[in-house]
Nanobody, 123 residues
């Protein structure tokens, strides 16, 4: 059985920071690209950041460039999203995903998904 479990979400003031984690179980994901998506109420799920299987390539949405950093630790089968300078518009449920090799923005590129973790940024 394959599971992706996000953690680290919560309530933070604007300008603050959070670090999200996504741990995998049931199999290793070292050969898969990993990504983060988010979905705010009433909106479509949108791409946030992705990282290649080797960690050598990263890709960010324009809205988070310079503020968010994606990283991975294949030995721990875990991907992270460091979020700095948070804004109220970052409020959403954040989902981690895995699949393929290349960091892609399309959710159709990923085969496995976590259950999501809530991030709320207050003004």
């Amino acid at each position: 059985q394959v599971q992706l479990v996000e953690s680290g979400g919560g309530l933070v003031q604007a300008g603050g920071s959070l670090r999200l984690s996504c741990a995998a179980s049931g199999r290793t994901f070292s050969s898969y690209a990993r990504a983060w998506f988010r979905q705010a109420p009433g909106k479509e799920r949108e791409f946030v950041a992705a990282i290649s299987w080797s960690g050598g390539s990263t890709y960010y949405a324009d809205s988070v460039k310079g503020r968010f950093t994606i990283s991975r630790d294949n030995a721990k089968n875990t991907v992270y999203l460091q979020m700095n300078s948070l804004k109220p518009e970052d409020t959403a449920v954040y989902y981690c995903a895995a699949g393929g090799y290349s960091p892609r923005a399309s959710p159709n590129s990923y085969d496995y998904w976590g259950q999501g973790t809530q991030v709320t940024v207050s003004s």
